[in-house]
Protein backbone atom coordinates (compact mmCIF):
# COMPACT_ATOMS: atom_id res chain seq x y z
CA UNK A 1 0.00 0.00 0.00
CA UNK A 2 1.45 3.48 -1.15
CA UNK A 3 1.06 6.46 1.24
CA UNK A 4 1.49 9.73 -0.36
CA UNK A 5 3.03 12.57 2.23
CA UNK A 6 2.61 15.95 1.40
CA UNK A 7 4.38 19.54 3.06
CA UNK A 8 5.06 22.93 2.24
CA UNK A 9 1.85 24.45 1.79
CA UNK A 10 1.05 28.01 3.32
CA UNK A 11 -0.31 31.34 2.66
CA UNK A 12 1.89 33.45 0.17
CA UNK A 13 1.12 37.46 -0.75
CA UNK A 14 0.73 37.78 -4.68
CA UNK A 15 3.68 37.20 -6.51
CA UNK A 16 5.37 35.04 -3.83
CA UNK A 17 6.89 31.61 -4.31
CA UNK A 18 6.30 28.02 -2.59
CA UNK A 19 7.36 24.61 -2.54
CA UNK A 20 5.43 21.78 -2.44
CA UNK A 21 7.40 17.93 -1.67
CA UNK A 22 5.63 14.96 -1.17
CA UNK A 23 6.89 11.05 -0.69
CA UNK A 24 5.79 7.97 -1.08
CA UNK A 25 6.39 4.95 0.76
CA UNK A 26 5.01 1.60 1.30
CA UNK A 27 6.20 0.37 -2.43
CA UNK A 28 9.09 -1.87 -3.74
CA UNK A 29 9.14 -0.15 -6.95
CA UNK A 30 8.92 3.75 -8.27
CA UNK A 31 5.92 5.43 -8.00
CA UNK A 32 5.39 6.56 -11.90
CA UNK A 33 3.37 8.72 -13.11
CA UNK A 34 3.35 11.04 -9.78
CA UNK A 35 1.75 14.16 -10.33
CA UNK A 36 0.34 17.14 -8.63
CA UNK A 37 -3.34 18.19 -8.73
CA UNK A 38 -5.57 21.01 -7.26
CA UNK A 39 -9.01 21.70 -6.11
CA UNK A 40 -10.19 25.10 -5.67
CA UNK A 41 -13.91 25.63 -3.57
CA UNK A 42 -16.43 25.02 -6.02
CA UNK A 43 -14.44 23.61 -8.70
CA UNK A 44 -13.39 20.11 -9.92
CA UNK A 45 -9.76 18.75 -9.42
CA UNK A 46 -7.33 19.37 -11.78
CA UNK A 47 -4.20 18.30 -13.34
CA UNK A 48 -1.42 21.14 -12.35
CA UNK A 49 1.55 19.36 -13.33
CA UNK A 50 2.42 15.43 -13.66
CA UNK A 51 6.23 13.83 -14.43
CA UNK A 52 7.19 10.51 -15.34
CA UNK A 53 10.79 8.57 -14.51
CA UNK A 54 12.27 9.20 -17.61
CA UNK A 55 11.57 13.29 -17.67
CA UNK A 56 8.32 13.73 -19.44
CA UNK A 57 6.70 16.49 -18.07
CA UNK A 58 3.42 18.15 -18.70
CA UNK A 59 1.98 21.48 -17.32
CA UNK A 60 -1.44 22.79 -16.99
CA UNK A 61 -1.92 25.99 -19.51
CA UNK A 62 -2.21 28.72 -16.65
CA UNK A 63 0.85 27.47 -15.18
CA UNK A 64 3.15 27.19 -17.72
CA UNK A 65 6.46 29.18 -16.86
CA UNK A 66 5.47 30.03 -13.18
CA UNK A 67 5.90 26.10 -11.59
CA UNK A 68 8.39 23.65 -12.09
CA UNK A 69 7.63 20.24 -11.05
CA UNK A 70 10.51 17.97 -10.50
CA UNK A 71 10.94 14.23 -8.84
CA UNK A 72 13.66 12.25 -7.75
CA UNK A 73 13.18 8.61 -8.79
CA UNK A 74 15.26 6.63 -6.29
CA UNK A 75 13.54 8.15 -3.24
CA UNK A 76 9.89 8.66 -4.80
CA UNK A 77 9.82 12.25 -3.96
CA UNK A 78 7.87 14.69 -6.29
CA UNK A 79 8.43 18.86 -5.69
CA UNK A 80 6.15 21.97 -7.31
CA UNK A 81 8.19 24.82 -7.03
CA UNK A 82 5.65 27.23 -7.48
CA UNK A 83 6.44 31.46 -8.55
CA UNK A 84 4.91 34.20 -9.39
CA UNK A 85 2.07 32.90 -7.54
CA UNK A 86 -1.72 34.25 -7.98
CA UNK A 87 -4.92 34.83 -6.19
CA UNK A 88 -6.17 31.84 -8.85
CA UNK A 89 -3.63 29.58 -7.64
CA UNK A 90 -5.50 28.98 -4.37
CA UNK A 91 -7.16 25.42 -4.21
CA UNK A 92 -6.09 22.62 -1.82
CA UNK A 93 -2.87 20.70 -4.00
CA UNK A 94 -3.30 16.91 -3.92
CA UNK A 95 -0.30 14.78 -4.56
CA UNK A 96 -1.30 12.00 -7.06
CA UNK A 97 0.94 8.72 -7.90
CA UNK A 98 0.22 5.38 -9.61
CA UNK A 99 2.31 2.02 -8.73
CA UNK A 100 3.15 -0.66 -11.10
CA UNK A 101 -0.08 -2.56 -10.66
CA UNK A 102 -1.38 0.97 -11.82
CA UNK A 103 -3.70 1.53 -8.74
CA UNK A 104 -3.86 5.21 -7.96
CA UNK A 105 -2.83 6.63 -4.58
CA UNK A 106 -3.61 10.26 -3.42
CA UNK A 107 -2.47 12.79 -0.26
CA UNK A 108 -4.32 13.97 2.16
CA UNK A 109 -3.74 17.46 0.63
CA UNK A 110 -2.11 20.99 1.26
CA UNK A 111 -3.60 24.06 1.56
CA UNK A 112 -2.09 26.94 -0.38
CA UNK A 113 -3.65 30.43 -0.08
CA UNK A 114 -2.33 33.51 -2.33
CA UNK A 115 -3.77 36.62 -0.65
CA UNK A 116 -2.45 39.52 0.17
Known amino acids: QVQLVESGGGLVQPGGSLRLSCAAS????????MAWYRQAPGKQRELVAG???????HYEDSVKGRFTISRDNAKNTVNLQMNSLKSEDTAVYYC??????????WGQGTQVTVSS
Open 26 to 33: GSRFTVNP
Open 51 to 57: ITTVGII
Open 96 to 105: YGQDAGLAIY
